[in-house]
């Protein structure tokens, strides 16, 4: 069995930015190869010869569009729909593969969505099959690779493996956080769903450690009506919230907040603060300019910015944007861009110092 294609899922839409990622990034990496997708299917493959080196090269957290990075072993069509374990049995057994978890997915588009109750009761047929021969450890072990069953159709499934730490961990590359309770408004997922992907755990329980100057303090720029800011305090850190538009509860009015009525893009910290968030709703290549220069000027040590992407060439976009911070904001230890589950027509960014 032979590997002929890395695999990414995506949101519904974004397969030719996703395309584009992948051949931009294969070529840099000295792979050449061609991207195979549809519009609107979520997915996208990427052909090339040596597709395990690529894979083992092109790490998950530089590709901005994908939820989930694959490698492809096996590709099992017109399977007869009474017996789909068999088939994934025998494309197995050439492979010798030994693998710490079982993921069962299915596609976020329209048509992949339907085959959520069939992921589930696959994956339950399948797993003790793949127990039997030793082929699946009894528990989740994370030192080996993980083994991806993608349901593709009834009757048509895709074999692939990933890493743990080179992959999501979420099926489908989807997280699935609990909605902030008494959140302001529903864009505090979209924190939390940043916080929980692009940080590190080290990073992210940062936040909770007290700096010099005691708790950690962030500026939200954009902040109303006060999601971000809300999932900030819950994180334990003080927050100026800085928006002209009105903080709901429970954020206004809170010990920890100071809601500055100010426009973000000419506000300008009194001294610096660790953090710095920012979901100004404003065209990509502004934000950018403006948050490399907090981080120019070291007003902040970390910061999450959206850039709300433009209607056509949203991938040239991506990068001009990118290519933009970084030349602009000086030396970075640090820096991921992700389009999130949470994030429609926009990209997340972390950056630190
Ligand atoms: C998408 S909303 C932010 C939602 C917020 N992150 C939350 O979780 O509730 C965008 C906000 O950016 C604010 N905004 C847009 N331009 C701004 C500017 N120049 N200065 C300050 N705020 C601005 C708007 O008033 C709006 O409240």
Redesign the pocket.
Known sequence: MSSDALIGLCRPGFEPELAAEFTHQATELGHYGHAITERNTGIVRFVCAEAAALDAALRFDALIYARQKLLSIADLPNLDPKDRVSPVIAALQSHGGRYGELVVEHTDSDEGREFAALARGFGNALRPALRKPGWLTDKDDARKPRLHVLIHSGTHLRLATSRVGDSSPWPGGITRLRQPPN??????A??DEALHTLLTDEERAALRHEGPNGVLRAV????????????LLRAGLKVTA????PL?DPVAGHAMVEHLR??????QPPRPVDWM?C????QPRRVAERMAQWFREGWCQNAIF?LKLPMKKRWDETQLCLDVFRAQAGPLKALKAKQLYHDREEITVFAKR
């Open positions: 959140a302001p408004s529903r864009s505090a979209k924190l939200d720029l954009g902040a109303a009506p006060g999601g971000w800011t809300w999932v800085v928006d002209n538009g709901k100010a426009d973000g893009f000419r506000w968030v979901d100004m709703v404003e959206n």
